[in-house]
């Protein structure tokens, strides 16, 4: 995303594989080639995920591999593309890719908290598009709602939905604190189904904290005691002001602590979470290694499950995993 001038990035951009996935296959990443009359070039017809890798004593683990890749397929069937593979598939490929990639994964735990604006571009009607499905399209909203906060100096920008209730931001669901209570919106309002928001949810659970998914009016934003973004790359991100209103204490607040604390040491594996939300590559790499070898061989006798990795899928499908970045 574009700076404030238009001249540069406001987050780093991180190291890239030298390698993609397509259609089966490893093949280098200047060969990836999309043709210049193609669907998703003129038309936004493209559905992707971004997902997470962390660094762990047990080596790199990708963090809810599985529920993304099922939101990958959930987005990919609702905009009507069919293609012939399986969730085993992507998972498989995505391990591999992390395996070949060799990324050095880093840790930057959030405290100081993010000064945020209300857009004055609302979230996409449910009925326009759909804002469950991941889509390249519903993008264009969100760089609009980023563009402008950044210009007017905030670090994200908050949208509403089409009945004036609060959404999510650009790219991350919304969390509110009030009285020790936990809220965030429904998907009624035009939220993607955010995963780390889930794991936020399951979290919140655990630790015996109420959860409530209702309609929030913009007003309650400003005087909630707490309040913060969940992504995959926000991970949990606090907000101090909005709209230039001081947030609580204008800090961290103590709940938002406590979940952002058992997010880490559960993406860190040093806590067990509610679910198997880590898949450790090395050891998924050795139980593939030991199962029998399915598939056909191509001309250099490479099997079909060897060349699994993770990337783009046909040219109106694209899964990106990256290292800590995305959404």
């Known amino acids: 995303m574009f700076s404030k001038s238009g001249k540069g990035k406001d987050v780093a951009t991180p190291r890239i594989c030298d390698v993609v996935w397509h259609d089966g296959e490893f093949i280098k990443w200047n060969d990836a080639r999309v043709h210049v009359m193609s669907h998703v070039l003129h038309y936004g017809s493209s559905v992707f995920e971004g997902i997470r890798c962390y660094a762990t004593k047990r080596g790199p683990a990708i963090f809810r591999l599985r529920e993304h890749m099922q939101r990958f397929l959930n987005s990919a069937k609702i905009y009507r593309m069919d293609h012939e593979w399986k969730i085993d598939d992507f998972c498989d490929a995505s391990v591999e890719l992390v395996r070949r990639s060799g990324l050095e994964l880093g840790d930057e735990a959030i405290e100081k908290g993010v000064d945020v604006c209300v857009s004055s571009w609302n979230r996409l009607t449910p009925n326009s598009l759909p804002a469950m499905a ?48 936990v809220n965030t919106p429904p998907l009624s309002s035009s939220v993607l189904p955010g995963i780390t928001r889930d ?9 015996g904290i109420t959860i409530k998914e209702r309609t929030i009016q913009r007003a309650a934003l400003y005087v909630a005691d707490e309040l ?29 602590a406590k979940i952002q604390k058992v997010f880490f040491e559960i993406t860190s594996g040093e806590r067990q979470a509610p679910g198997p ?26 099997s079909k499950a060897e060349k699994s990795g993770g990337s783009s899928v046909t040219p109106t499908m694209e899964t990106k995993l990256v290292a800590r970045a995305a959404r």
């Open 134 to 181: 991941k889509s390249g399209a519903n993008y264009m909203n969100s760089q609009l709602i980023k563009m402008e906060a950044l210009l007017n100096g905030f670090a994200e920008g908050i949208a509403l939905d089409d009945r004036g209730y609060v959404s999510e931001g650009s790219g991350e669901n919304i969390f509110t604190v009030s009285n020790g209570i």
């Open 228 to 256: 913060f973004f969940s992504g995959t790359a926000a991970e949990i991100t606090p907000i101090r002001t909005v709209d230039r209103i001081q947030i609580g204490s204008g800090e961290r607040g103590e709940i938002t």
């Open 199 to 207: 794991s936020v949810i399951q979290i919140c659970r655990e630790l």
């Open 277 to 302: 939300w880590l898949t450790y590559v090395s050891e998924q790499r050795a139980r593939a290694a030991n199962q029998p070898a399915t598939g056909t061989a191509d001309n250099d006798g490479n």
